[in-house]
């Protein structure tokens, strides 16, 4: 029960008032209407949020009139034709909706509605679309990790999609300048709210036409925090078919860690922010140094190590040429010529004979070896260093011992 003010009270008795009926407030119906609109606008702020779920929506001459609805009550609602063109949503049968609206009461008629100013599709309805959405395009194997492409290393070029100006824009050209200040960064601005997907996979067809061209080897659709509600436009079918057909691998940063939408399931890689998606993309220009530093030591060793083994080969080399130089191995065979001619010096028959042996032949010439070959009254032929002389054996005796030569 309402009480409403008694400073708004007819003050004129009637003479068929009920006995102590002097003492109560007494209204027309304008004037209780218009006390109870007073009341109600005393009683709520100008605006407020309204969680609810759309039911029976129909447009009448340009205006969209509902019934806002929980578990246990229900509430008239309208969008006025001008203020219908600008919603970010067209709420359908079933919707659960977040209102930003405030009442508006007939006094004529005592009628209480709410109007719409803005909608914005509620969580438990932003979630069943990604679930729908899901399903389509895992049937059309957008998900599979098979088709994820891998970043480029040191892009050239990169396209950045994200509203501008924007925090987010502002932070990941400033992680680009800090990480790797080479990579040329193309702004495209994009809206990244409310019913602007068509928007987006407009900008991102023609900007795929010229990739190729521009030299752009990245792309990069990023949005700052905000609820989950707010990143339902990337959740939308179409924008997840036009991301899979980029020509380069695309990152996505879409608000914060915990919020995933299709865009981010559908990119080549998914970062948790949009710092991240730079972060991802681009080397760390520090970090890279510090390699490149130690690849140069490393490097600086390997050519040491080479340089001193290279040498001592060389010294091997030279050693070896100097042995194979042609005058040297002349001389060396000349040495081993004289060694050997030496050697056959001293081998030579002559050289024996010299020594005051005596070289016996039979008469058929065959040199005699053994006192068995040799017979009594046998003629041998006996050879001396100096000449030789004809002999007759006398007598044999074998087992003789060799007498000494005379040196």
Not at 37 to 54: I, K, N, Q, W, Y
Not at 64 to 78: G, K, N, R, Y
Not at 80 to 100: C, F, I, T
Not at 134 to 161: C, D, N, T, V, W
């Amino acid at each position: 029960m309402v009480s409403i003010p008694g400073s708004a009270a007819v003050t004129a008795a009637s003479p068929a008032s009920p006995s102590g009926a002097h003492s109560l407030p007494r209204y027309s119906v304008s004037s209780l209407n218009a006390a109870l609109g007073s009341l109600m606008e005393r009683g709520f702020a100008p605006r407020f949020l309204l969680d609810a779920t759309v039911s029976r929506p129909q447009l009448k001459k340009g205006h969209l009139w509902m019934t806002l609805v929980d578990e246990q009550a229900s509430i008239s609602a309208v969008v006025w034709a001008s203020q219908r063109q600008k919603l970010s949503m067209e709420p359908a049968e079933g919707d659960g909706v977040v209102v930003v609206g405030k009442l508006n009461f007939w006094a004529a008629r005592a009628s209480l509605c709410v109007q719409v100013l803005d909608l914005r599709p509620s969580l438990s309805s932003v979630m069943r679309r990604f679930e729908q959405v899901y399903g389509q395009l895992a049937a059309e194997g957008l998900f599979e990790p098979s088709r994820k492409r891998a970043l480029p290393h040191a892009p050239q070029r990169i396209a950045l999609l994200t509203s501008a100006p924007s925090s987010a824009l502002a932070d990941m050209l400033r992680t680009a300048a800090e990480r790797w200040p080479s990579t040329r960064v193309l702004v495209v601005p994009i809206p990244v709210q409310g019913a602007v997907e068509a928007q987006i996979c407009a900008t991102l067809q023609r900007l795929y036409g010229r990739c190729h061209a521009e030299g752009i080897e990245a792309l990069v659709l990023a949005r700052g925090g905000g609820s989950r509600e707010d990143l339902a436009v990337f959740d939308g079918a179409t924008l997840g078919r036009v991301l899979a057909q980029a020509p380069v691998p695309v990152v996505s940063g879409i608000g914060h860690e915990d919020d995933t939408t299709i865009a981010d399931l559908v990119a080549d890689y998914r970062a948790a922010t949009p710092t991240a998606a730079l972060v991802a993309l681009l080397p760390e220009r520090q970090a890279v140094r510090h390699g490149l530093q130690q690849l140069r030591r490393h490097l600086v060793q390997l050519v040491a190590l080479r340089l001193h083994g290279e040498r001592q080969q060389l010294g091997r080399f030279q050693e070896r040429l100097q042995q194979l130089r042609p005058r040297d191995l002349l001389q060396q065979r000349r040495q081993s010529l004289e060694q050997a001619r030496a050697l056959l010096r001293a081998l030579s028959p002559e050289q024996v004979l010299q020594r005051g042996f005596a070289l016996i032949r039979s008469p058929d010439g065959q040199v005699v070896r053994s006192v068995a070959a040799l017979k009594p009254e046998e003629p041998v032929q006996l050879v001396l260093a100096d000449g030789q002389a004809d002999a007759l054996v006398r007598e044999i005796h074998p087992g003789a011992p060799l007498p000494a030569a005379e040196t």
